[in-house]
DNA sequence: AATTCGTGGCA
DNA sequence: TTGCCAAGAAT
């Protein structure tokens, strides 16, 4: 049984799609003629790594591996070279083995169907469903911290979204609030509403087309109680890290000794841990001797 | 379900 | 200065 869209929902797509054909930020995989592979890179990079350090990189990435199976031809250690201070270095190991997996079993060419994507490594809910859109144009429930967010708030209206990954009955209700027509115009036009106008920290009510119908809004915009755990990063396993694979990153060099990698933390132990994190993660290949590289 | 996984810009 | 966090995924 489905429902018929709601006069509501209505207004509230034509409304944001309209504010979105005059206040878009021109992003370089909006454009025209982007393939479903650089949607896909383009969509990986963006987890957790802000619009503006993406943008170059992902040039890069485009030029340089223009289809799938020019990035499975090369190493999965230029793919973490090439990856830059993105951050999330799997990410790029990820993407490598998804490259390999639609050469292998996609004859080279992205798949169009939401559940291959979804089997894709590093493709999760959210980036097989931004993919099929936005690479494809089919309509799937593209949920994304800013989709949430915004739907958190005009119509749920509260501060936020839960933290837990969105249920199936939250997936349900975000696949009807997108129309049969456009829905990748749709998706798009939400996701930056929720980036620059309906912002985590300072929402722009005042320039936002749907304010008149928030109902967080129209409860004063009563801020959440904030209850998110502090992130630690100084001193955590996950910066050692960081410095051991910068190394290997930056190194002209494709082997590196023990001892290059040693000076970036004082505390042996944790370094030994780091190090042998990156090796189960196959970010760092240990060539036995006390010599490294990056994945070959 | 709660943790882990980088990075750097900004209020 | 420093807390905060930016288009999540995997386990």
Redesign the pocket.
Same mark, same amino acid.
Do not use: C, H, K
């Given at each position: 049984m489905t429902h018929s869209p709601s006069v509501m929902n209505d207004s509230f797509a034509r409304r944001v799609q309209e504010w979105y054909d005059g206040n878009a930020?021109d992003?370089p995989?909006?454009r025209g003629g982007v393939s479903p592979w650089a949607v896909l890179v383009?969509?990986?990079m963006?987890?957790? $790594?802000?619009?503006?350090?993406v943008i170059p990189t992902w040039e890069s990435w485009r030029q340089r591996w223009p289809r799938p199976a020019a990035l499975a031809a090369d190493s999965p250690g230029e793919a973490v070279r090439a990856w830059?201070?993105?951050?999330?270095?799997?990410?790029a190991l990820?993407l490598h083995q998804a490259a390999t997996a639609i050469v292998d079993g996609h004859g080279g060419e992205v798949p169009a169907s939401y559940l291959d994507l979804?089997s894709?490594?590093?493709?999760?809910?959210? $980036?097989?469903a931004?993919v099929a859109t936005?690479g494809f144009g089919t309509r799937h429930a593209v949920l994304? $911290?800013?989709v949430r967010?915004v739907y958190a708030r005009v119509f749920d209206g509260v501060a936020d979204a839960r933290?837990?990954?969105p249920s199936r009955a939250e997936l349900a209700v975000a696949l009807e609030r997108v129309p049969l027509t456009e829905p990748a115009h749709y998706s798009?036009a939400v996701?930056?509403l929720?980036?620059v106008v309906c912002?985590?920290?300072?929402p722009r009510c005042d320039s936002c087309p749907v304010a008149s119908d928030c109902a967080w809004l129209a409860k004063g915009a009563p801020p959440a109680p /904030?209850a998110?755990?502090?992130?630690v990063?100084?001193g $955590?396993?996950?910066?050692v890290?960081?410095?051991l694979? /910068?190394v290997l990153?930056e190194s002209p060099a494709d082997v590196i000794v023990k001892p290059d990698l040693d000076v970036v933390w004082e505390d042996p132990d944790q370094r030994e841990r780091?190090l042998a994190?990156?090796i189960a993660?196959g970010?760092v290949v240990d060539l036995g001797d006390n010599r490294y590289r990056l994945p070959s």
């Open positions: 930020r992003l995989w909006r383009s969509e990986v963006l987890q957790q $790594t802000p619009v503006a350090r830059g201070r993105l951050g999330y270095p799997r990410r990820r979804l894709l490594p590093g493709i999760g809910g959210y $980036t097989a931004a936005f994304d $911290t800013n967010r933290t837990a990954a798009v996701m930056e929720g980036a912002a985590a920290r300072a /904030s998110r755990r502090p992130q990063f100084a $955590t396993d996950r910066q890290r960081g410095r694979l /910068s990153r780091a994190a990156l993660d970010l």
